[in-house]
């Protein structure tokens, strides 16, 4: 039985690696059609001020979509794709967003889409085979998340706040902290992958949550690190998540206690979500290591929901030591969790140029070679194979 076990593993994270090179393929696909990366958090939204009752979630997405909505028509999933990009009724055929009105091109919230129904349709591309992760409470499940660097500033909302509305200084620490091949809210493309793409991450693997309280993926929301604002240095570290008070001792691959995240809304749960825990991965701590959000909201946010954090959010998977990453040659590679990560207790790159310290603007990734393929213009050599 151990050898039939092994076997059928082998065929699924096969399986997986092919579904990962499709989704590569639609993201080149992509590229050579709009000469640009598809969009991490994008969509309609109505005017500043959205969240009042003239513009609610319902009428609107947002601006909250993962690049998975943009993908699909180029991942085989053309069919989708039409009824997302035209106004349809809710699932029960009759309400749609209320009063028989059709929900808008492009849909609602993915936090408000319980009655839309492209939000609830699992895509099989998107799905790796060794998860058993399905149904309730997750909305329509993802096992692959857009790579956004090695820190964790700025990358819930980018450079906006919750009514789309920006600053120069959070445009600042968006161009300072935000370094991997995708940026919340901003148009990117290959050519910004100074680095190669071939030395590029810009995906990576997650494990969806099975409500077991697994490290990997219901993310502590109290990590005592970076706080809200940027005047000062960075005061912690991912390593601070590594050693959560949080992890059972005796099962170190568990919590002991629940997150504050609701049921619903755990790693992978929701594929067109663009938000942190749903579809975003970061490369401060090795694959399968533990997640956790940043304990306080980013400055200039009006944000009332754990799941709108960012934070430090390792790719993860079900295979055994490790998981696949997608460069952004297309190729895919099983990152194994032994990579070299530099040292967790290290500050992530800070948003915050005015302060002395190691990890500003412009410096390498302080998490050695793991740290350096998850950034896209950080000038770091790769001289070793992973």
């Not at 393929?25 to 001020?49: C, E, K, R, V």
Request: with cysteine; charged share 15%.
């Amino acid at each position: 039985m151990p050898a039939v076990q092994a076997a059928r593993e082998a065929a699924r994270r096969m399986s997986c690696s092919n579904n990962f090179k499709q989704i590569g393929l639609g993201i080149h696909n992509y590229h050579s059609a709009f000469n640009q990366l598809p969009t991490h958090m994008t969509g309609t939204w109505g005017d500043a001020g959205s969240n009042d009752g003239t513009h609610s979630r319902l009428e609107h997405s947002g601006g909250r979509l993962s690049i998975f909505v943009g993908l699909t028509p180029f991942i085989e999933g053309q069919a989708l794709w039409e009824q997302i990009s035209n106004p349809s009724m809710g699932i029960d055929g009759t309400t749609g967003r209320g009063g028989g009105v059709p929900y808008s091109a492009m849909g609602p919230s993915p936090n408000n889409g319980g009655n839309y129904g492209p939000w609830q349709t699992e895509i099989p591309t998107l799905r790796c085979p060794s998860d058993p992760g399905s149904g309730l409470p997750a909305y329509a499940r993802v096992n692959y998340a857009a790579c956004l660097g090695d820190s964790p500033f700025r990358g819930s909302a980018g450079q906006y706040d919750n009514s789309f509305n920006s600053t120069t200084a959070r445009s600042q620490q968006l161009q300072a902290a935000q370094r991997g091949a995708f940026v919340p809210r901003e148009k990117m493309g290959f050519r910004d992958i100074v680095d190669g793409l071939s030395n590029t991450i810009i995906a990576g693997e997650i494990a969806t949550d099975l409500g077991d309280l697994d490290v990997r993926t219901m993310p502590r929301t109290d990590l005592a690190m970076l706080g809200d604002t940027y005047g000062t240095a960075p005061t912690g570290s991912p390593s601070l998540c590594s050693n959560h008070a949080d992890i059972d001792p005796t099962r170190p691959q568990f919590f002991m206690v629940a997150s504050l995240l609701d049921a619903n809304e755990g790693r992978g749960h929701r594929w067109a979500g663009g938000q942190p825990v749903f579809t975003v991965m970061n490369t401060m701590l090795p694959p399968n290591s533990p997640t956790c959000l940043l304990a306080t909201f980013e400055v200039g946010d009006v944000q009332t929901f754990e799941r709108q954090r960012s934070g430090v959010l390792p790719p993860s998977s079900r295979h055994q030591g490790g998981c696949h990453v997608l460069m952004g040659d297309g190729a895919v590679k099983f990152i194994t969790d032994s990579i070299e990560a530099g040292n967790g207790a290290n500050t992530p790159v800070s948003a915050n140029g005015g302060v002395a310290t190691n990890n500003g603007p412009g410096a390498a990734s302080p998490y050695g070679l793991w740290g350096s393929l998850g950034t896209r213009a950080a000038r770091e050599v790769i001289s070793e194979e992973f």
